[in-house]
């Protein structure tokens, strides 16, 4: 299986070849640049809308312990940092919040790209990529294709990185990140 920041790496490469091809005036390309934008918007909304029933519905009283620094943008050395502890239920309406913000400023930002700017090109890449995206966030994979919370989507949720970082703490050997297991061993 290819890594997430590969994979998009590739499907970028691949899309952008063909709209290299195109000619971003063409009436059918604009109306495909505007289909995936509406596509991403409506998309991320019902899915937005769907899992929240989904996760009020579902009464899980487990517990996880998340460090109070995953919700702020402030680095806070692991040993000073307080832990939350909270039910599944309320991490993940708590996570499913901070993705619909996400989700908001880049479908105002594609939408003013695509409809006002007429960057035909990179909305149909950004939307593409979007959509990627937003079916693989773990609320998605969990709430709708029914996978298990384990491995990558055992809570609390590892923060993604891109792939140039991932590439850089493996030249450095960094290793300063917490990892969900180490998290679990705390619980």
């Given at each position: ?22 000619d ?30 989904l ?18 943008w ?9 832990w939350?502890?909270?039910?599944t239920?309320?991490?993940?309406l ?94």
């Amino acid at each position: 299986m290819v890594s997430p920041g590969i994979r998009n790496v590739l499907v970028t490469g691949v899309v952008a070849l063909v709209l290299y091809r195109c000619d971003p005036e063409n009436s059918w390309v604009v109306t495909f640049a505007q289909a995936t934008v509406l596509g991403h918007l409506f998309l991320g909304l019902f899915l937005n809308f769907y899992i929240r029933r989904l996760i009020k519905k579902n009464e899980d009283t487990a517990t996880v312990r998340v460090p109070r620094s995953y919700y702020s943008w402030k680095r806070v050395p692991a040993d000073q940092d307080e832990w939350l502890t909270m039910t599944t239920q309320e991490y993940d309406l708590e996570e499913l919040k901070r993705t619909q913000h996400r989700f908001v400023l880049n479908a105002a930002f594609l939408g003013f790209a695509v409809f006002r700017i007429g960057a035909t090109r990179a909305g149909i890449l950004q939307g593409l990529l979007w959509i990627i995206q937003i079916l693989e966030s773990p609320l998605v994979q969990i709430y709708i294709f029914y996978k298990p919370a384990t491995g990558l989507l055992a809570r609390p949720f590892q923060k993604s990185t891109g792939l140039l970082d991932a590439v850089t703490r493996s030249f450095r050997g960094d290793a300063t990140t917490t990892t969900t297991t180490e998290n679990k061993k705390d619980n």
